[in-house]
């Protein structure tokens, strides 16, 4: 088993992932020598399927037997690794009731890259407005130069949501072209590189629009926060609804900024192992980070089905 574990060391599992995996494991390999299979090379597609049922006399839950199955699939994936098998018995098995995530409508990396580029922090008035007076833009002008620096975070850094709202102005190390992203509830923090046009942007945020951003709102006390609304509402998730709307005028694939991260992450699977993934996506756990890498892979489907294959 050893070889095993420093396989999935390679893999980039953290010591914590590998011991659930070794456990689950060995756990059933003994119940295999109960039931007098004493070669792993033995093992069919039935003998997993009894070890479910086995599992499910003893009251274990859906998900804990879910998790057992997606373990042993490892080991098994393990042994084809090294010619020991040529099939895995734990391959489309799917326990009845989990429903798995499907990520639907991910971008391409040149579909978010365009989304970067051609987010103006220009105002364009459209032929038909142009006989209007058209109202002044300056406000506008600022919260589009904000909104292009998130963007950049989301699309380059797979920021969340929250983590925008509570970043802080010392969270930001232009010297050293990096960005501290403090934990939230779902999430760990981390410091991650910023691309060498991002600084560009974020800069020029720093040095002129934030603070053209706080004498409009008539700051007296120095504000920590790195984003801000223009009016000072506490309200700032409604200028994020405002920017996925501008996003869907370059691509009406966008729908929230929850899909823009699932792209962001689905991409860096194809790029970095599992362990360095989790860690840039901020992830608590390395299931989480598995369930994009599925998609990735497009291993999951819509249905469900009741221990056998699709």
């Not at 509830?185 to 991002?198: A, F, I, M, P, V």
Request: hydrophobic residues 35%; charged residues 25%.
């Amino acid at each position: 088993m050893n070889k095993f574990k420093e396989w999935l060391q390679i893999k980039g599992y953290s010591s914590k992932s590998i011991d659930s995996i070794m456990i689950a494991v060995n756990y059933f390999i003994k119940w295999c020598e109960q039931e007098n299979i004493n070669e792993v090379t033995e093992i069919k597609h039935n003998d997993v399927i009894a070890y479910i049922q086995y599992q499910n006399i003893r009251g274990v839950g859906r998900k804990t037997v879910a998790h057992y199955v997606m373990h042993i699939e490892k080991y098994f994936n393990f042994l084809m690794s090294e010619g020991e098998i040529h099939d895995n018995p734990c391959s489309n098995i799917k326990i009845k009731g989990i429903k798995r995530k499907v990520l639907h409508d991910i971008l391409k990396p040149e579909e978010l890259e365009k989304l970067y580029e051609d987010y103006t922090t220009e105002i364009i008035i459209e032929k038909s407005e142009a006989i209007k007076v058209p109202p002044p833009q300056h406000l506008n002008i600022l919260a589009r130069k904000r909104n292009k620096v998130i963007l950049g975070l989301i699309i380059y850094q797979g920021i969340r949501s929250e983590e925008i709202l509570q970043m802080k102005i010392n969270d930001v190390k232009l010297r050293e072209g990096k960005i501290f992203i403090a934990g939230v509830r779902r999430s760990n923090e981390r410091t991650l590189k910023l691309e060498s046009h991002q600084l560009y942007e974020m800069m020029d945020y720093i040095n002129d629009t934030r603070k053209q951003i706080l004498q409009h709102q008539n700051k007296t006390t120095p504000a920590q926060e790195l984003f801000m609304s223009i009016s000072g509402s506490i309200h700032f998730k409604n200028a994020l609804a405002l920017l996925v709307k501008q996003l869907q005028k370059i691509n009406d694939k966008v729908k929230n900024l929850n899909q823009l991260r699932a792209s962001v992450i689905v991409h860096w699977l194809q790029q970095y192992n599992l362990r360095k993934v989790q860690i840039m996506a901020g992830h608590r756990y390395v299931s989480s980070t598995e369930s994009y890498k599925a998609n990735n892979m497009e291993e999951l489907k819509e249905d469900i089905k009741n221990y056998h294959p699709f």
